[in-house]
């Protein structure tokens, strides 16, 4: 089955400069790849989310990579505020397949004032 | 996107006793999930749930213990059964309404005392 394995487990970054999260899966038939954002007491959130046909995607201060040869995906989150201080989860799941997302076990992003 | 109701956002239980979850999606779906999440942790998923069909179980849960309806494709329910201290977790339900993209619910904070 599917495994997903995120790092780092935490990053302080400070504020203005970029974070970067890296995500590794192992099973080639996966072709859809989100991110969540979870802030302290809420439920996660989805922020990007990318396919397998496509390399890099950009929203605003946010993007996500994907290497499919390499089985590897990031997020790229550039000029770093404090409300992106939360716990980051990536994920790989296979869309029109009825099966499991599988989650990274989540990045806890600090940005230092 | 769609969304996801979800009560009771919190409770405190006596061992022993049982309590019901409930969620509620704007949209048919084929499929909802659930999860636990302890504090600061990534999400486990305890079980998948189908409609008209038995509710599929990760390894280390079972129906027993956290018993699940899918009475329709927009409802589902998770009891925790015979709760002891060790089940005090966080509890979200989820659903993919688009194929892609998953939502949460906004999660029920469990204390067992």
């Known amino acids: 089955g599917e495994n997903v394995e995120q790092h780092p487990s935490t990053l302080s970054v400070q504020e203005g400069d970029s974070a970067v999260i890296k995500c590794t899966y192992s099973?080639?038939?996966?072709?859809?790849f989100p991110w969540y954002k979870q802030e302290l007491g809420k439920r996660p959130q989805l922020i990007i989310d990318?396919?397998?046909?496509?390399g890099e995607k950009k929203d605003q201060r946010i993007a996500v990579t994907l290497n499919k040869t390499a089985k590897h995906f990031s997020l790229h989150i550039t000029e770093t505020q404090p409300e992106d201080s939360a716990v980051y989860f990536c994920?790989?799941?296979?869309?029109?397949?009825?099966?499991?997302?599988?989650f990274g076990k989540g990045t806890r992003l600090h940005i230092l004032p | 996107s769609a969304v996801i109701s979800q009560k009771p956002s919190r409770d405190i239980c006596q061992r022993g006793t049982s309590l019901t979850i409930q969620c509620q999606v704007d949209s048919q779906v084929t499929m909802m999930f659930w999860y636990r999440q302890q504090p600061g942790q990534s999400l486990t998923l305890i079980a998948t749930a189908n409609q008209g069909s038995e509710a599929t179980y990760e390894s280390g849960f079972v129906i027993d213990k956290f018993p699940i309806s899918r009475p329709n494709l927009t409802f589902s329910t998770l009891t925790v059964s015979n709760m002891s201290p060790e089940d005090s977790s966080i509890y979200l339900c989820s659903a993919q309404p688009n194929n892609y993209g998953y939502t949460f619910g906004s999660g029920t904070r469990l204390t067992v005392v």
């Open positions: 099973d080639s038939a996966s072709n859809y």
């Open positions: 990318i396919r397998s046909n496509v």
């Open positions: 994920a790989a799941d296979q869309i029109n397949r009825d099966d499991k997302i599988i």
